[in-house]
């Protein structure tokens, strides 16, 4: 596990840098607001791609390699796009990112659903969540300063962090095949030899995939959110100062979040946390639209701030529950399924906010983008409170 950790952790600090530095970068080069949120929506576009092929790839190639070879493809495009002259280029280079950010999201939340039982997963997505954001908590706030007083060629230059992940990569995947075999024989030993190890079935994945709509919509919605906080504050927010300081906090409140509800999503279920996320994410979102629109003149920074809090409290909130919540409506037999939908999930819901609050400020305002943001998590959580009354037994 400490392998594990510490490869995700330097691969996550070359994805948190990216993700506002490589817009910047796009601007850099002449782009405007649709082309800036195209490039995050490439980068994630090219993710759900990898995803959906990551554990049969993976059965082949095995963890080592995967591992490794997710690494390689995160950090060397960062060193490449120091060179990058065009728009296009920076495209190309964001969606071999995107393969190696594929590889990384899918194999990290398969491995705690295999290696912890399902009363102890909410704690470990937690632990496992803090030690990812770790990196992200200082980068991601940081990158965009970064490559504003150093230069550009610097922040990408940090972003090939993914880099010296590779000797982890190598160690975490022959400890995960290691814990395969040990469970393997383990089973073996009760008894079990005559038992395959379960996969889902064509039949059971789709039947898993029919009960796993709710969480997934939920989490689509609110990563829609981050996706554009991520993605525009350096261009909605006018201080560079004041960008640190709000991408630092929005961080920090995500991952103290997705840390602090494990053990109460474990202890009284992760569905009750699902509405009170959306709800919460509403509100930071109207208070960012509030902010930028300058209506309450100084009080505007204070807005800002707060609403990148609450999104960051709901955004860690909602990357956990809504796991912990996959996992069980989809079975113990449909991990795989439950965990390549979540992450699909979470990428495009990043990648779409990028693209339509880039697109949609390109033609309006940001102000009217975030209200958009807004009323998306009060519809969501709107139907989502239908269909549980709906579905609760009588």
Not at 29 to 35: N, P, S, T, V, Y
Not at 233 to 239: A, E, I, S, Y
């Amino acid at each position: 596990m400490p392998a594990l950790l510490a490869m995700t952790t330097f691969a996550f600090a070359g994805f948190a840098v990216m993700l506002p530095v490589a817009p910047m970068h796009m601007v850099a080069l002449g782009g405007d607001e649709l082309l800036a949120g195209l490039v995050n929506a490439v980068l994630m576009a090219a993710t759900i791609l990898t995803q959906l092929v990551v554990e049969r790839m993976r059965s082949w190639m095995g963890w080592r390699v995967s591992l490794a070879l997710a690494c390689l493809l995160l950090g060397l495009p960062a060193l490449g796009e120091i060179f990058a002259t065009t728009p296009g280029q920076v495209l190309v280079l964001a969606a071999v990112r995107g393969i190696g950010f594929g590889i990384v999201t899918v194999s990290g939340s398969s491995a705690v659903g295999a290696l912890f039982p399902p009363e102890r997963r909410g704690r470990a997505i937690g632990a496992y969540g803090l030690a990812v954001a770790g990196a992200q908590l200082v980068l991601t706030p940081i990158s965009p300063w970064i490559a504003d007083q150093a230069g550009l060629p610097v922040a990408l230059a940090v972003a090939a962090l993914p880099l010296l992940g590779i000797p982890f990569a190598l160690a975490a995947g022959a400890s995960i095949a290691k814990h395969a075999r040990a469970a393997a024989a383990a089973a073996i030993a009760n008894g079990a030899a005559a038992a395959p190890v379960p996969h889902e079935s064509p039949r059971e994945a789709r039947h898993a995939l029919a009960r796993l709509w709710p969480p997934i919509l939920a989490l689509t919605a609110v990563t829609c959110a981050g996706g554009a906080i991520t993605t525009f504050t350096p261009q909605f927010v006018p201080d560079a100062v004041l960008t640190v300081v709000a991408l630092f906090l929005y961080t920090a409140a995500a991952a103290f979040a997705r840390w602090a509800v494990g053990g109460p999503a474990d202890r009284v279920g992760a569905e009750r946390f699902v509405l009170p996320g959306l709800a919460i994410a509403a509100l930071g979102l109207g208070a960012i639209a509030t902010g930028i629109s300058g209506l309450l003149g100084s009080g505007s920074p204070i807005l800002l701030i707060g609403g990148a809090i609450l999104v960051g409290t709901a955004f860690g909130t909602m990357q956990n529950v809504t796991l912990v919540r996959a996992f069980e409506v989809a079975g113990e037999h449909a991990k795989g399924v439950a965990s390549t939908a979540w992450n699909v999930a979470f990428d495009a819901g990043t990648g779409i906010g990028a693209l339509a609050i880039g697109a949609l400020a390109a033609g309006t305002s940001f102000t009217l983008s975030f209200v958009a943001l807004t009323l998306l998590c009060l519809v969501v959580a709107a139907v989502l409170a239908v269909v549980r009354r709906a579905t609760r037994p009588a």
